[in-house]
């Protein structure tokens, strides 16, 4: 049987996975894609969120952090 926690978890860092490609591939700031993510039609179908799922920007940047502080992504 499957923990729904660890599937809970290992769906929210995709969904911020997700939303740090957009910010690197649109280069945009934390705030920028908070509102992007809100705004654009094309965010929310690439990062599966709903309105009440979209992160704040020091979510996204304590996420980027994360991945750069683990060397999964290059800054």
């Not at 929210?12 to 280069?27: E, G, T």
């Amino acid at each position: 049987m499957k923990n729904k926690k660890n599937v809970n978890i290992c769906y929210c860092l995709l969904k911020r996975f997700k939303a740090i490609l957009l910010d690197q591939w649109y280069n945009l700031s934390d705030p920028e894609l908070e509102s992007n993510l809100v705004l654009r039609e094309y965010f929310m179908l690439f990062y599966d969120f709903d309105y009440h799922d979209i992160p704040d920007h020091s979510t996204l940047s304590r996420a980027r952090n994360w991945l750069n502080s683990s060397h999964v992504m290059p800054k």
